[in-house]
């Protein structure tokens, strides 16, 4: 079993910055990839980027260059940089890890909201 709990969501402006960080306990040895998916109203829950171990990074084509997937194994975190927020951006952000077993685990879930 593996828990995570994230942090780091919230109200910004267009063009401004957060990051969302998600720490993962118990089972933490088996994880073989880390990411970030999010959810708009009325959309379908998308892949936003993921960092795999031996593998390296991928990101949806509507966030390269603007945010950054990185992950801590000392403290078992994965963080999500996200800078020049579009409104586009707004949606329920969740971490998501696979195992060796490929079991799926997920976060509850953070609220980004990117409004003037």
């Known amino acids: 079993q593996v828990q995570l709990v994230e942090s780091g969501g919230g109200l910004v402006q267009p063009g401004g910055s957060l990051r969302l960080s998600c720490a993962a306990s118990?089972?933490?040895?088996?994880?073989?990839?880390m990411g970030w998916y999010r959810q708009a109203p009325g959309k379908q829950r998308e892949l936003v980027a993921r960092i795999t171990s031996g593998v390296g990074t991928i990101y949806a084509d509507s966030v390269k260059g603007r945010f950054t997937i990185s992950r801590d194994n000392a403290k078992n975190t994965v963080y999500l940089q996200m800078n020049s927020l579009k409104a586009e951006d707004t949606a329920v952000y969740y971490c998501r890890v696979r195992t060796l077993n490929s079991d799926i685990y997920w976060g509850q879930g953070t609220q980004v909201t990117v409004s003037s």
């Open positions: 118990g089972s933490i040895s088996s994880i073989t990839s």
